[in-house]
């Protein structure tokens, strides 16, 4: 555990170190399956306990984060200040959606049967409550290597800067020592990327391949990633976020990817990021490594400190959501984008990206 440098309540595990494996869950909560969740939530840390003690070096952690749209049908009383669903990008040439989601449980361990095993205990606790709509398996791939083959990690602010960065404090005293997590899965174009030269990988992403050093200023491009990830504050201080991205892939769906995760103390610095990749800074450009990644799904989660989902909070009074529909930020004067038609599907939740279920 990260000795926390505030008087704040005891954080969830955002903070911890990447590990060799994770499961990303993301499920929604059926309609009369609150009470559930709600039973499960502060039994989250012992069961973890129950899984983890058994082999203490895997170092098994999870963050459980609760969506905007299901906050109100959980919990009667305040919300976290900036809790809102995930807002669509629409660019001019790549969208991020906003895709369903109430609760994600971001599970980490040196061992994948660790985090299929806690996995296993909450989703039989939730059995008919919730319907999964992803489930991605994260592995470290050799030195901490996306599948495009970059580094991916290295400029992530450790200690102190990263508590500041990724743990909400005094702003919102009722929600202190929680933090917003955003998540998108991303699918790669691989083949695209390797008929790349290895120069043209490295200005797209803005760091050397082997040796994971940043590009001069006048070299790395204005669409690079590092160049549009790189924000700062009116007093030209940075803006940093937590992230602990994870590779996964599967031969079969033929799907190569980064799930990537980041938290923040206010999700309007990864916003602001995600605008950059998506709808430019300046507009009219876009991140590069968007031609080869798609996102397929986003959300927006606030995972509360330890000590408030040990605790037992007023259940809400009523079952309706009170949160408006996501908005859509788009460029000025986008192209003309077809919308996707409504899901017919009765399992309509799930995004058919991985399930549980075969
Ligand atoms: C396809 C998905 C993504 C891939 C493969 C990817 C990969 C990388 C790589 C290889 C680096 C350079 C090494 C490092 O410092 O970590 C990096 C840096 C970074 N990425 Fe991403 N990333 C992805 C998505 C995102 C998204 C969606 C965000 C923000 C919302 C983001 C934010 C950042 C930031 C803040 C940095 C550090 C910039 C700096 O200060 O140098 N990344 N990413």
Redesign the pocket.
């Known amino acids: 555990m990260i000795p926390s440098p505030s008087p704040f309540p005891e954080p969830q595990p955002a903070l911890a170190p990447l590990t060799s494996a994770a499961v990303f869950l993301v499920v929604t909560v059926e309609p009369g399956g609150e009470q559930q969740v709600r039973d499960l939530l502060p039994e989250i840390s012992a069961l973890t306990r129950s899984v983890g003690f058994r082999v203490p070096e895997a170092a098994l952690s999870v963050c459980t984060g609760i969506g905007s749209d299901v906050w109100g049908r959980l919990f009667a009383g305040p919300r976290p200040a900036e809790l809102h669903p995930f807002q669509e990008r629409v660019g001019r040439i790549h969208r991020?959606p906003s895709t369903p989601g109430d609760l994600l449980f971001h599970i980490r361990a040196h061992r994948m049967d660790l985090c299929f095993e806690l996995a296993s205990h909450f989703m039989s606790r939730l059995e008919g409550a919730v319907a999964v709509v992803d489930e991605t398996h994260g592995f470290k791939y050799f030195d901490d290597?996306?599948?495009?083959g970059?580094?991916?990690?290295?400029?992530?602010p450790v200690g102190s800067p990263a508590y500041r960065a990724a743990i909400v404090g005094d702003t919102d005293p009722e929600f202190a020592g929680g933090s917003y997590v955003?998540v998108?899965k991303?699918l790669?174009d691989l083949t695209g990327w390797n008929a790349l030269t290895v120069e043209a990988q490295e200005r797209a992403?803005?760091?050397t391949k082997l040796s994971?050093i940043?590009l001069d200023d006048d070299e790395k491009p204005a669409d690079s990633?590092?160049t549009l990830?790189?924000?700062e504050d009116d007093d030209g201080n940075?803006l940093?976020?937590v992230?602990r991205?994870m590779p996964f892939g599967s031969f079969g769906r033929g799907e190569f990817?980064?799930y990537?995760i980041?938290y923040a103390a206010t999700p309007s610095v990864?916003?602001r990021?995600?605008d950059n990749?998506f709808l430019g800074d300046p507009p009219g450009i876009h991140?590069r490594?968007?031609d080869?990644?798609t996102?397929v799904t986003g959300g927006l989660f606030f995972v509360p400190s330890q000590e408030w989902l040990d605790a037992d909070h007023p259940a809400a009074g009523s079952g309706a959501a009170t949160e408006p529909a996501p908005a859509t930020r788009a460029e000025p004067d986008p192209a003309p984008t077809a919308e996707p038609a409504p899901d017919p599907d009765p399992h309509a939740g799930s995004l058919r990206i991985g399930s549980l279920k075969a």
């Open positions: 991020a290597r996306d599948l495009l970059f580094v991916d990690g290295t400029e992530n955003i998108q991303y790669h992403v803005g760091r994971d940043e990633h590092v990830n790189t924000v940075q940093q976020i992230r991205n990817g980064t990537f980041g990864t916003e990021m995600i990749m991140d490594l968007l080869f990644s996102a």
